[in-house]
């Protein structure tokens, strides 16, 4: 089935560093990419809608300046956290549809955990 | 608004069956879909419904009646790695994910 890929799985960065997270779809091609956010015991908030060779799309509150989203490949979108803070600490999970519409599902990375020191 | 309400937790025993229901009100209907997510982990997926009825893949079963605006995943001779959040998703008429807050299913011996 399909499988998406999520890098790294964990990372510990001291503040006012940024981080980059890494979400390659490893046997379909992707142009939507999405990125959530989960803090513990929360649902799954979605922070930005990643278009392969184009701008990505921002939810509501999220800093689009802090959060760097770059889809240059249509197996491949990135998430860097610029300048992170403490409160940035959070599950970062990446997911792609394989298909277009239709019932093709989300399949989810195995997320990010990201800790700011 | 668009909204999906699901009970915050529920508890069963190992063996038994357990029925998590799920209610959505959302601006238009392209699916329902249910994602299990253990802790610490990312979800992944269990079922889809987009017809009206009952979809059954082996242990875990999923029904939806869209007049209703309601579904359930029901599971069957649980098992203590049973023990997760279920979440209920819909796909709205923009084809975007309305996500419920999730069900913490925990399972007693």
């Known amino acids: 089935g399909a499988v998406v890929s999520q890098h790294p799985s964990r990372v510990i960065c001291k503040s006012g560093t940024s981080v980059k997270i890494e979400c390659r779809s490893l046997?379909?091609?992707?142009?939507?990419m999405f990125w959530y956010r989960q803090f513990p015991k929360q649902s799954l908030m979605l922070m930005a809608t990643?278009?392969?060779?184009?701008?990505?799309?921002?939810e509501q509150g999220v800093e689009k300046d802090k959060f760097l989203i770059n889809h240059a490949s249509l197996t491949l979108s990135t998430l860097t956290v610029t300048s992170a803070h403490p409160e940035d600490s959070s599950f970062y999970i990446c997911?792609?549809?394989?298909?277009?519409?239709?019932?093709?599902?989300?399949?989810f990375g195995n997320g990010t955990r990201l800790t700011v020191t | 608004g668009q909204n999906i309400d699901q009970p915050t937790e529920m508890t069963a025993t190992e063996g038994a069956i357990v029925q998590i229901n799920c209610t959505y009100q959302?601006?238009?209907?392209?699916?329902l879909f249910w994602y299990q997510q253990h802790a610490g982990e990312a979800p992944t997926f269990l079922s889809y419904?987009?017809l009206d009825g009952l979809e059954e893949k082996g242990r875990f079963s999923s029904f939806l009646s869209r007049s209703k605006g309601y579904s359930y995943l029901l599971l069957k001779e649980l098992q203590m790695k049973d023990s997760a959040s279920y979440l209920c998703?819909?796909?709205?008429?923009?084809?975007?994910?309305?996500w419920g807050a999730g069900t913490k299913l925990i399972i007693k011996p």
């Open positions: 997911s792609a549809n394989e298909g277009v519409k239709g019932n093709s599902p989300l399949h």
């Open positions: 046997d379909f091609q992707a142009t939507t």
């Open positions: 990643s278009n392969e060779g184009s701008k990505a799309t921002y």
């Open positions: 959302t601006s238009g209907f392209n699916g």
């Open positions: 419904n987009v």
């Open positions: 998703a819909v796909r709205d008429s923009n084809y975007q994910l309305i």
